[in-house]
């Protein structure tokens, strides 16, 4: 076999008669022909196939919009292929009125909301799972573990509620030392409290947190100072802890602070 018999193998002519380029790499058209790069096109070589009636593409659906009656923007609910379907998802309607509304208009107050007047008591959502949670840890309006209505009588129990109460306070806990601040003193140097005066609700409770190098009489005194309370020989001032028993004791002052109390204890200032 010769070399231009050899390339003449290789490849396909450009199927366009007015064309019949030999292209080493053919494209093939949907009328199964094979063209050159130039003539693949539909257009370029009048292929039979646009002469053939189009299939016409299906109306588009117009996208349902937010129900608030001056947006235009689509609602949540827009994207859904059957909106009907709700095996699976929770659908994005406004809980009160039940209408569909966009990101911007999705929260009842955007939307002056009247919500709808239910036919039948609706249950409460995770009943179960809240009982069991207010079992085991007491409710959330409850400051800290040392509440004695919410106060485990299991150690274990009682352990984790105080842990789970420290990690609230960290959030809100303010230094009790003025001189400190919120990045000089590491996490694990820190000990949270729960203080009040005695004989004040949990409204007046405040949050702390000392260096736990403290003494109890320096924490005392500057307790005393944000309370706005006077301390002297004939107006003393203890500072009192209910420990895991359930016994109120007075913390002695010629003694660190985190030797007497647990983190995230409550504390109290008594007279």
């Known amino acids: 076999m010769s070399q231009?018999?050899?390339?003449?193998?290789?490849?396909?002519?450009?199927?366009?008669?007015?064309?019949?380029?030999?292209?080493?790499?053919?494209?093939?058209?949907?009328?199964?022909?094979?063209f050159c790069r130039d003539h693949v096109f539909p257009e370029a070589h009048s292929c039979p196939l646009l002469a053939e009636p189009?299939?016409?593409?299906?109306?588009?659906?117009?996208?349902?919009?937010?129900?608030?009656?001056?947006?235009?923007?689509?609602s949540l609910e827009a994207y859904i292929a059957n909106a009907e379907d709700t095996a699976d998802r929770s659908p994005a309607l406004c809980p009160g009125c039940k209408q569909a509304y966009c990101?911007?208009?999705?929260?009842?107050?955007?939307?002056?909301?009247?919500?709808?007047?239910?036919?039948?008591?609706?249950?409460?959502?995770?009943?179960?799972?809240?009982?069991?949670?207010?079992?085991?840890?007491?409710?959330s309006s409850d400051s800290g573990p040392g509440s004695s209505s919410t106060r485990p009588s299991n150690p274990k129990k009682l352990a984790q509620q105080r842990q789970i109460a420290v990690m609230k306070m960290r959030h809100k806990a303010k230094p009790l030392d003025p001189k400190d601040s919120t990045g000089a003193v590491p996490m694990d140097q820190r000990l949270h409290v729960f203080v009040r005066q005695e004989g004040q609700d949990k409204t007046s409770e405040r949050v702390f947190w000392l260096r736990k190098t403290i003494w109890t009489g320096r924490a005392l005194d500057m307790l005393a100072s944000q309370f706005k309370l006077v301390i002297s020989d004939t107006q003393p001032l203890k500072?009192?802890?209910?420990?895991?028993?359930?016994?109120?004791?007075?913390?002695?002052t010629d003694q660190p602070l985190a030797d007497q109390i647990p983190d995230g204890a409550a504390l109290s200032l008594s007279r």
């Open 4 to 34: 231009a018999q050899a390339k003449a193998e290789i490849g396909a002519h450009c199927a366009l008669p007015s064309c019949n380029l030999n292209d080493f790499l053919p494209i093939r058209c949907k009328c199964d022909q094979l």
């Open 239 to 252: 500072l009192m802890f209910t420990n895991d028993g359930g016994e109120t004791i007075a913390l002695r």
């Open 103 to 139: 990101a911007e208009h999705r929260e009842p107050k955007s939307h002056s909301c009247s919500p709808l007047e239910p036919s039948e008591p609706v249950p409460q959502k995770n009943a179960a799972a809240k009982a069991l949670l207010t079992k085991h840890f007491g409710t």
């Open 54 to 74: 189009q299939p016409k593409s299906a109306p588009s659906l117009k996208l349902q919009r937010c129900a608030a009656p001056s947006c235009n923007k689509p």
